[in-house]
């Protein structure tokens, strides 16, 4: 982890070595009493039992100091907590969207990309949202991880400060395809982003079915390199022959359109031999027109 990468990470980072710290010293402090007492009051030493009465001053040090010490971790991991909390107002809003198994980031603007791309020095709020099971928002470089649960608003803040790509991961175990559940972190000059923020992505066709695929999930299931995945791979799939199993009986289809139309709005109508059923989430959000953009992308996978 780099501390310099946003302005929280410092923090957060004082407070894990500070909690570390006190736990190594009463780990070594705590061990070296027992080894003592195990030494110096053994039969060979002490063949005669003796009662030992109780040392008021000796039991109100080792329950004073300890009591200090772990409050003053609470109130450093409050602090920096409530720190964490407390979202700049010039804060630029980010709708984070995660569906099994990807990530979609919605700019104020209407834009929406598969990475986070966002200016240097510049305070994001990142508004969590999943469509489907728990997952986990995850920048190991920033110290940052929220929850995002299904049905529950939740948000994470951050100062970026240091240009570079880091690594989003998904924290939570989110079903079969959650290693692939990974996205980018691009941090930009501020130019630089203001001229990707205002350029236009394509509204139809093979440019706007590529963008679909990778910020609708698809991209967690299916390859586009020939790979078999979590689902069968796009590559060289429109018009080849597959088989399917369609109600228990096992056919072999083509892949044109309305088959391909079919597996996106109905993925368990026709199972591809070889893959498990019920895994495709049914694709509720997409509109005709980006299922013929999806379709018109796959048409170029050759």
């Given amino acids: 982890m780099n501390p310099a990468s946003t302005t929280l990470t410092e923090s957060v980072s004082h407070v894990f070595i500070y909690i570390v710290a006190l736990s190594a010293l009463f780990l070594v402090g705590i061990t070296a009493t027992m080894i003592y007492f195990v030494v110096r009051y053994s039969r060979s030493r002490n063949p005669r039992p003796k009662d030992i009465h109780g040392n008021v001053a000796l039991e109100a040090t080792w329950t004073i100091i300890p009591t200090l010490l772990f409050l003053s971790m609470f109130y450093f991991g409050w602090t920096r907590w409530e720190r964490m909390r407390e979202v700049p107002r010039d804060a ?5 969207t995660g569906r099994q198994w990807s990530w979609s980031f919605k700019y104020p603007n209407g834009k929406v990309s598969s990475e986070l791309r966002l200016p240097i020095d510049t305070p994001v709020r990142c508004d969590l949202r999943s469509l489907d099971v728990i997952h986990g928002f995850f920048i190991p470089a920033f110290g940052v991880k929220e929850d995002v649960v299904p049905g529950k608003h939740n948000f994470a803040w951050f100062d970026p400060t240091e240009l570079g790509t880091y690594d989003l991961l998904c924290s939570s175990y989110c079903g079969q ?19 990707w923020y205002s350029t236009r992505e394509a509204a139809s066709g093979p440019a706007h079915g590529e963008l679909l695929y990778k910020t609708k999930g698809c991209i967690g299931c299916h390859s586009i390199t020939g790979i078999r995945i979590v689902g069968p791979t796009w590559k060289g799939l429109y018009g080849s022959e597959v088989t399917v199993s369609t109600n228990g009986q096992t056919r072999t289809v083509k892949a044109d359109d309305d088959y391909l139309k079919r597996s996106i709005l109905d993925p368990n109508a026709d199972i591809v031999q070889g893959f498990p059923p019920s895994v495709m989430p049914v694709q509720k959000d997409l509109t005709a027109q980006d299922v013929s953009d999806v379709i018109a992308y796959i048409k170029t996978l050759k």
Wanted: avoid cysteine; hydrophobic fraction near 50%.
């Fill in 177 to 195: 395809g959650h290693p692939l559940m990974m996205a980018r972190v691009v941090i930009m000059p501020g130019d630089k982003f203001k001229e």
């Fill in 92 to 96: 630029m809003q980010v709708e984070v």
